[in-house]
């Protein structure tokens, strides 16, 4: 069993930064490949960043790219989303899930959810 609990969260103006955490508990959530989505409302849930346990990533979005990184930190079991440049079209609920095995972008791949942290961005 992992527990995932994302933090980071609030409001901020474009052109800002935030950085989302995702803290991870359980004997080995340091082996589990862990994938941010978000979903904004009235949208679909969409794929944004994923990283395996030795730090291969990938990024889904194409309009994050460029914007956001992902990165982990084994030795505190938690991986960041580090979000540059914010715009208002980024403001949706970030969730952040972990999978044992590699990197996937399917949403239904994930075995563990966190509650979601909320990213409001103001024009």
């Known amino acids: 069993q992992v527990q995932l609990v994302e933090s980071g969260g609030g409001l901020v103006q474009a052109g800002g930064s935030l950085r989302l955490s995702c803290a991870a508990s359980?004997?080995?959530?340091?082996?589990?490949?862990v994938g941010w989505f978000r979903q904004a409302p009235g949208k679909e849930r969409e794929f944004v960043a994923a990283?395996?346990?030795?730090?291969?990533?990938?990024y889904g979005v194409d309009s994050v790219k460029g914007r956001f990184t992902i990165s982990r930190d084994n030795a505190k079991n938690t991986v960041y989303l580090q979000m540059n440049s914010l715009k208002p079209e980024d403001t949706a609920v970030y969730y952040c899930?972990?999978?044992?095995?590699?990197?996937?972008?399917?949403?239904?791949?994930?075995?563990?959810w966190g509650q979601g942290t909320q990213v409001t961005v103001s024009s």
């Open positions: 899930a972990a999978r044992w095995g590699g990197l996937s972008n399917r949403g239904d791949d994930y075995n563990y």
């Open positions: 359980g004997r080995t959530a340091s082996k589990y490949a």
């Open positions: 990283i395996t346990w030795i730090g291969v990533r990938t």
